[in-house]
């Protein structure tokens, strides 16, 4: 079983920046794909980001493509999603998620593939 914590969310500045952890315990993240989504009051949970196990690639949505940044330290078992020039629109709770897969290569960017889940950590950008 895995156990995923967020941390790193808190209240900045439009154009701040912020880093979010998202540690793993339970097990080793080994041959586990990572994933980040957010979720704004009253909307569903949205896709961001995703890394395959071995590290070298990354996927991101348009909407923070250019913005954030998704990286990931095996040995450490956590992700990390450094957020820049943060805008209103990024006001949501920030999930990182998980998920087991077959090849080092693969990731996911639909939510029903994962099925790890941390808490969520709230981020608020104010204008």
């Known amino acids: 079983q895995v156990q995923l914590t967020e941390s790193g969310g808190g209240l900045v500045q439009a154009g701040g920046s912020l880093r979010l952890s998202c540690a793993a315990s339970g097990r080793s993240l080994t041959m586990y794909s990572m994933g980040w989504f957010r979720q704004a009051p009253g909307k569903e949970r949205d896709f961001l980001a995703a890394h395959n196990w071995s590290g070298n690639r990354t996927f991101y949505a348009d909407s923070v493509k250019g913005r954030f940044t998704f990286s990931r330290d095996n040995a450490d078992n956590t992700g990390y999603l450094l957020m820049n020039n943060l805008k209103p629109d990024d006001t949501a709770v920030y999930y990182c998620?998980?998920?087991?897969?077959?090849?080092?290569?693969?990731?996911?960017?639909?939510?029903?593939?994962?099925?790890?889940w941390g808490q969520g950590t709230q981020v608020t950008v104010s204008s």
């Open positions: 998620a998980a998920t087991r897969v077959l090849t080092p290569n693969m990731y996911y960017t639909r939510r029903s593939a994962y099925n790890y």
